[in-house]
Structures are given as structure tokens and as C-alpha cells.
């Protein structure tokens, strides 16, 4: 009888122990979904932010006509990186083009706009603006034409000459700086990763939209 008893009790036990371990919540499971949904979170946010970036840079067009629109995100890295937008224009048509800059959260960016994409050597900088984080800016067409003039005035174009010419596209290239990587612990690996740190910059751009009136 006192050997059942005992079986019995190791029985229970062994019984008790595996229910217990059957309900013990999986807290690196938890953890890494947890961490996974954070990231998540703040990526959505910051688009969600970007967006009415999106509806200030449209409405700074006014009175001109919207025509094409593009919003760059951006990681910073520990080297310099490039982000190119071509933009095709109307020709003879004159353009206003509006940058929000408010997506640019960490280190400032160099924006420059060319004639030519980034695989020609011998393209023209018709715009540069330095240290660009927050805010607004705005130029036109017509800005970058008389700077693409002046760059062949010096070649020693004619008046007639330079009239002819024409900008059928801009690239828009945006420099993002190398920054210094930080770091944060895994939880669901215990390892060592990057922190993500984001940016953005909008761009609109839309011609002057004259109707005869009756």
C-alpha cells in the first residue's frame, strides 16, 4: 500500500510540473513581438507625419497647377549616401518647384538639381541649398534655365544660341550624411543592432496653368 501511495504522489507531481510548464507565458516570444510591433509603430507614425508634410508642399504651389509629386524616405547610415528623383517638364512651359524638409529629423541634407542624372560627368548644378533640415523652400523653372545659360554664356554661346536652349528634365539628387551608428540590445536575441533613424524630404512640382478667358 505504500508503495502505490508513493507512485501515486510521483505521478502527481510529475503531472502538476508539466501543466505548470505548459502555462508559462514564452517571454522572449513575447518580447520579440513586442519589439517587432514598436518598430512598427513608430515607422507608421512617422509616415502618417509625412503625409500632411505631403499636403503643405502641394499647397505651396499655389497658383500653379500640380504635376508631379514624390516623397523620399531615407535611413542614415555610417557612410554618405545619394537619393535621385528625375522630374520631366513640358518645355517652354514655366514650373514652380516646392521642397518640405520637415521629415528631416537627425543631420541636415545637401540638395542639388542637375541637368543630367548621376552617371554623366560633365552635367551642369543649376540649384544647391546646404544644411536643409525642417522647414520649407521653393524655386522656379526659370531660376534654373538662366543658371544652365550662364554656364554656357562662359563657353561663350551667343545671345542666339542661348535662347534656344531648353530644360526637357531635372535631377533632383538629395546627399544624406554619414552619421554615427548607435546601438540597442536585442531582447528577443540579447545581440547588438542599429538603431533605425529615418528621414524624408517632399518635393511637388506644377506649371503655370494660363486659360483664355471668354
Known amino acids: 500500500m505504500v508503495r502505490i501511495n508513493v507512485q501515486f504522489k510521483l505521478l502527481a507531481y510529475v503531472l502538476l510540473m508539466g501543466a505548470l510548464v505548459a502555462f508559462v507565458p514564452d517571454q522572449k516570444g513575447d518580447k520579440k513581438k513586442k519589439s517587432s510591433k514598436s518598430g512598427l509603430d513608430e515607422a507608421a507614425e512617422f509616415k502618417a507625419q509625412v503625409a500632411g508634410y505631403r499636403k503643405d508642399c502641394k499647397a505651396a504651389l499655389k497658383p500653379y497647377r500640380y504635376s508631379f509629386g514624390r516623397t523620399t524616405y531615407f535611413n542614415y547610415k555610417s557612410y554618405n549616401t545619394l537619393k535621385e528623383v528625375e522630374v520631366a517638364l513640358i518645355l517652354n512651359s514655366s514650373y514652380k518647384f516646392t521642397f518640405n524638409a520637415e521629415g528631416v529629423t537627425v543631420d541636415p541634407i ?57 530644360l526637357s528634365k531635372v535631377y533632383i539628387d538629395y546627399i544624406i550624411p554619414a552619421i554615427d551608428e548607435e546601438f540597442e540590445e536585442d531582447e528577443s536575441t540579447g545581440r547588438r543592432k542599429v538603431i533605425v533613424k529615418r528621414g524624408a524630404i517632399v518635393f511637388a512640382s506644377g506649371y503655370e496653368n494660363l486659360a483664355m478667358d471668354d
Request: hydrophobic fraction near 30%.
Open 110 to 166: 545637401q540638395v542639388k538639381v542637375y541637368n543630367k542624372p548621376s552617371n554623366y560627368n560633365k552635367r551642369i548644378l543649376l540649384f544647391e541649398k546646404n544644411s536643409v533640415s525642417g522647414g520649407s523652400f521653393e524655386f522656379t523653372s526659370e531660376q534654373l534655365v538662366e543658371k544652365m545659360k550662364e554656364n554656357y554664356r562662359e563657353k561663350g554661346l551667343s545671345d542666339y544660341e542661348l535662347e534656344k536652349i531648353l
